[in-house]
């Protein structure tokens, strides 16, 4: 099954209310003529209901940037994957390197968080990457590996489907420095090879990999030209409705 690509926009905390909503609108214009390609959003919580009233009629998937692990409960800050789908969300962003570093949030947590949007149906981007210092020190793989086993830990072959894996190296996110296509590829390549290890071949060969750290117009194609690519996750050039236009009509 050909994989369908995935372009995903992650507002992080930017946006007054009206201006989340006006972005949302340009996105769905932007997306009315695509085919064979998926387009997702990701406001902040506090601008979810009204962006998801802004697209409901469009293609566009809304998702949030975090989501708890439990349907309700005594945990202040949190919002449950249950209230997230009421918003009209389809998916959720975890363990983002934000969430990972300026947070705190460990490989556990993400782990929870990630089996219970799939309980409650919502379809999760696991995040990984590694940091600088792990790249210098020739620790790439075995940062990502991990991540990704901890991430994926109970996850069975029936639900991976609804899975998508976003690789990003977390010295390539808001700091205008790309990773080569090839150090992308290279490293796509090889989480593909490790799903094949955990789960099986064809599992492997359908599941979604996103690349993200400093995805732009000028890129886009590059990236997206490289077979285990299947899509990006994209913050600082999502926020700009003509850059984020560029990027899913990526070529
Ligand atoms: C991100 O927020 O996931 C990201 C990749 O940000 P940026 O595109 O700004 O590097």
Redesign the pocket.
Known sequence: MARIPLIAG?W?MYLSLAEAVDLGRAVAASCADLKNRQVMIAPTSAALAAVSAATQSSTVKLAAQNSGWEKEGAFTGENSPVMLKDLGVSMVILG?S?RRHIFGESDAMVNRRLLAALNFGLQPIL?VGEQLADRDQGNTFAVVENQLRAGLEGVSSTQLDQVVV?Y?PVW????GKTATKEQAQEVHAFIREKIETLYEKNLAGEIRILY????KPSNVDALMGQADIDGA??????LDAESFDRIIHFK
């Open positions: 992650n992080k983002h934000e995040c976003a990003e390539a996110i808001g700091t993200g750290g400093s995805v996750l994209v913050g600082g050039a999502a």
